[in-house]
């Protein structure tokens, strides 16, 4: 891995310190795992499969695969490789999908600052979620219902 460049790179694209820090971890775990399981020496030789093999073996071994791909992501991104820029983004999406499905949508009543009167109204109208608000309000005519 090209630290010094990748580093670089995210600095002029306004990462945080930590937000480099976090992305240089990511992509060493990586890397890593590449070399322990893979027996490839470095991330700018992996394959899209091995990138599919790490999202399987971190989904049971790491805390947050997405967050990892988000960094490898951005490390192809600088590097120009199309190819795993494309499918570290693929993955990701496929991720989040995922886990969108599986959230329990935030309760009204949960919202700060929001007046209790109108989660009332809302309620009245079997409005009880921030999923369903969003539903309800999705066009000029259901938000005038």
């Known amino acids: 891995m090209d630290e010094k460049g990748f580093r670089e790179f995210l600095r002029k694209h306004g990462r945080s310190k930590s937000a480099i820090e976090s992305c240089i971890g990511f992509v060493r775990k990586f890397e890593d795992y590449l070399q322990e399981h893979k027996d490839v020496k470095e991330v700018d030789k992996a394959t899209p499969d091995d990138i599919r093999e790490f999202v399987s073996w ?17 490390y192809y991104e600088f590097t120009s490789d199309k190819e795993m820029y494309r499918v570290t983004l693929d993955l990701r999406r496929q991720e989040i999908e995922e886990r969108r499905g599986k959230r329990k949508p935030l309760d009204l009543k949960k919202i700060q600052g929001v007046a209790s009167k ?22 000029k005519t259901q938000r005038q219902e």
């Open 58 to 74: 971190g989904k049971k071994e790491l805390k947050s695969i997405n967050s990892y791909l988000w960094g490898i992501h951005r």
């Open 118 to 139: 109108h989660v009332e109204r809302l309620e009245s109208l079997g409005i009880i979620n921030v999923k369903q608000m969003i539903e309800a309000g999705r066009t």
